[in-house]
């Protein structure tokens, strides 16, 4: 299994740019979340998913949108990339259970200049 | 709102001696707990959780010791090596009367060992 794994690994975007940071799992895990790391500080949950065709926002949504058409695959939406997004976003999953571990992608390290 | 945070967001320690990384929170309903590892350039790790109805849990070289009293959370590296480096998260997942699969975490706490 390659567990949770994210692409691009690096990007650079000029203001007002849109991209999709992709993240795909394969443990058939029904729950997902797209996190943001800023310098420094720890994880904020920017969305997550309990299920395919299922999405609800977390504590930082503003600016993102998601989608979860299949259960493997989680893509993270910027439509109009700022400044103050500047950061490293981690992609996890867990299969569902309240004491499940999640598990972490290695991460897109995001740069808006 | 409700947060978790840490008391000391570097420590420093000599190769092989023990390492205690704290953690507080202030969500009485919080009911599980767990601690990742986050090397550098990479995504966090688990290490290990612990549940409110326990005050303590060992795992290969750690161990993780719940105060519900204090609202405090700790993890203690045994004979701390060179790998152990890295920054160490503390998380909640607060019960919310129905299934709430999300984290909250703290800062982090950087840990440093020097050999």
């Known amino acids: 299994n390659a567990g949770v794994t994210q692409t691009p690994k690096f990007r650079i975007l000029k203001i007002g740019q849109s991209m999709t940071l992709q993240c795909t799992q394969d443990?058939?895990?029904?729950?997902m979340y797209w996190y943001r790391q800023d310098p420094g500080m720890g994880l904020k949950l920017i969305y997550y998913s309990v299920g395919a065709g299922i999405t609800d926002k977390g504590e930082v949504p503003n600016g993102y949108n998601v989608s979860r058409s299949t259960t493997e695959d989680f893509p993270l939406r910027l439509e109009l990339a700022a400044p103050s997004q500047t950061s490293v976003y981690f992609c996890a999953s867990t299969a569902g259970a309240r004491t499940d571990t999640q598990y972490f992608g290695p991460g897109t390290r995001l740069t808006v200049l | 709102g409700e947060s978790v945070g840490l008391h000391l967001p570097t420590l420093s320690v000599q190769e092989g001696d023990n390492s205690i990384i704290n953690c507080a929170y202030s969500?009485?309903?919080?009911?599980?707990f767990i601690w990742y590892k986050q090397e550098s350039g990479k995504g966090p790790q688990f290490i290990i959780d612990?549940?409110?109805?326990?005050d303590k849990r060992q795992g290969q070289r750690v161990t993780v010791l719940l105060n519900k009293t204090v609202k405090h959370l700790s993890l203690q590296i045994a004979a701390t090596q060179p790998g152990d480096s890295a920054v160490y998260f503390c998380a909640e997942k607060p019960y919310s009367g129905g299934s709430n699969y999300k984290l909250t975490f703290g800062k982090g706490t950087l840990l440093t060992v020097n050999p």
């Open positions: 612990i549940r409110s109805n326990m």
């Open positions: 969500n009485s309903a919080s009911d599980y």
């Open positions: 443990m058939n895990h029904n729950y």
